[in-house]
Antibody
Framework: QVQLQESGPGLVRPSGTLSLTCAVS?????????WSWVRQSPGKGLEWIGEINESGSTEYNPSLKSRVTISVDKSKNQFSLKLTAVTAADTAVYYCVRTSSGGNWFGPWGQGTLVTVSS | DIQMTQSPSSVYASVGDRVTITCRAS??????LAWYQQKPGKAPELLIYSASTLQTGVPSRFSGSGSGTDFTLTITSLQPEDFASYYCQQAVSFPWTFGPGTRLEIK
């Protein structure tokens, strides 16, 4: 059974870069799936950030596209998120999740990691 | 972007009750709709996809219906573990978008 686990700093300074990694276990990241980042903040609910496949092809939410980079490391069976120029509005719980190859649904999810943007 | 709305935003019910939550999309999404359950402090979990197909392991008291722009999630005979938040999500066009959620609370 595929499991996902986020890791990265819980505190980022304003104007800095948020960097998170998602380790995939129990299955290969190259198994014809897409892999997404979704965040959840009290003000905006659930927000899809973007996704990547094993070939490195990406799709991003236009609202964040100018600041987001998602990458994949097949050798480590993981994928990563970078969000630049962060502000307090980027404070949220960040989830990594598999996007189903059959229909663009999300599951399974990582447990989530809270990232706070503050000086 | 396709905007998703849900009603009600919160609902109070008792164990054994039947509850219906509605989700509306700002554009046609056919049956490209999913429902998620989220408990406090936990990640969302996929309940239903393709508007009406139960994810493996989801109890049959959960059901989904609808197509186009209007959808419903129904829970019959509420159990204590069902008190949670529920979100819909459209999966027809980028960016994937979620509804604001419905909080199901114990009366």
């Amino acid at each position: 059974q595929v499991q996902l686990q986020e890791s990265g700093p819980g505190l980022v300074r304003p104007s800095g870069t948020l960097s998170l990694t998602c380790a995939v276990s129990g299955g290969s990241i190259t198994n014809n799936n897409w892999w997404s980042w979704v965040r959840q903040s009290p003000g905006k609910g659930l927000e899809w950030i973007g996704e990547i496949n094993e070939s490195g092809s990406t799709e991003y939410n236009p609202s964040l596209k100018s600041r987001v980079t998602i990458s994949v490391d097949k050798s480590k069976n993981q994928f990563s998120l970078k969000l630049t120029a962060v502000t307090a509005a980027d404070t949220a719980v960040y989830y990594c999740v598999r996007t189903s190859s059959g229909g663009n649904w999300f599951g399974p999810w990582g447990q989530g990691t809270l990232v706070t943007v503050s000086s | 972007d396709i905007q998703m709305t849900q009603s009600p935003s919160s609902v109070y019910a008792s164990v054994g009750d039947r509850v219906t939550i509605t989700c509306r999309a700002s554009q046609q999404v056919s049956s490209w709709l999913a429902w998620y359950q989220q408990k406090p402090g936990k990640a969302p979990e996929l309940l239903i996809y393709s508007a009406s197909t139960l994810q493996t392991g989801v109890p049959s008291r959960f059901s989904g219906s609808g197509s186009g722009t209007d959808f419903t999630l129904t829970i019959t005979s509420l159990q204590p573990e069902d008190f949670a938040s529920y979100y819909c999500q459209q999966a027809v066009s980028f960016p994937w978008t979620f509804g604001p959620g419905t909080r199901l609370e114990i009366k």
